[in-house]
């Protein structure tokens, strides 16, 4: 009787230790596959920046050859109506880009170092907050840059181009709640943490 329980116990656990050895590769495994598309995104991100900055010096330098440029952002209607209004919009434009690039970095930086044994430290806490503040920026200023380049409309300087850049920006700021939230609740999950290892 006694032979057949252990039996049963040492099957009940095996077959949890497989369980927990399915569910931890499985989550490597998304993990592996989410640090990938992060990396794509941040190296998109990366070239998108640096052309748009390409874009800038060459409308500075040689402003004819814009129009032959990544995404042909050509602003010199823009230039020639008035340089500040110029510099401000295509400051909008670049700190955005830099902004999401910076962004996906952290992101990058983050799943490198989460611990899925020990998913509440203090590392990921503040992490995840210094990525919902990064989000509210992008949103905040996605959102600035599209009511400043609205009012432009009526001085008869086209945006159209310019509206893609920031058509998101409500997203961004749900998005960088839902992430504070989130970031919330595991610097929570430290604190608990941290009172159950003090009391054991």
């Not at 190296?43 to 800038?56: D, P, S």
């Not at 995404?71 to 209607?77: G, Q």
């Not at 930086?109 to 990064?134: E, G």
Request: proline share 1%; glycine share 4%; aromatic share 14%.
């Amino acid at each position: 009787m006694h032979i057949c329980c252990l039996t049963i116990n040492i099957y009940y656990l095996c077959d949890v230790i497989l369980t927990i050895r399915t569910m931890s590769k499985r989550n490597n495994f998304v993990f592996t596959v989410l640090q990938i598309v992060a990396w794509i995104i941040f190296v998109g991100l990366c070239i998108e920046a640096g052309a748009l900055l390409v874009n800038f010096v060459y409308s500075l330098v040689k402003p004819e050859v814009v129009q032959h440029l990544y995404e042909k952002l050509d602003l010199s209607e823009m230039y020639e109506y008035n340089q500040w209004m110029y510099f401000g919009i295509y400051s909008f434009i670049l700190v955005i880009s830099i902004l999401k690039a910076y962004l996906f970095y952290m992101v990058i930086r983050l799943l490198l170092k989460f611990d899925l044994l020990k998913p509440f430290n203090s590392y990921v806490a503040t992490q995840v907050t210094q990525i919902s503040y990064f989000t509210l920026s992008i949103g905040l200023i996605s959102y600035v840059a599209r009511e400043v380049t609205r009012s432009l409309q009526h001085h008869g300087v086209g945006i159209d181009k310019l509206s893609e850049y920031w058509t998101d920006s409500q997203a961004w700021i749900l998005m960088a709640a839902v992430v504070y939230v989130i970031a919330t609740i595991i610097s929570r999950g430290v604190e608990i943490q941290n009172e159950n290892d003090l009391t054991v």
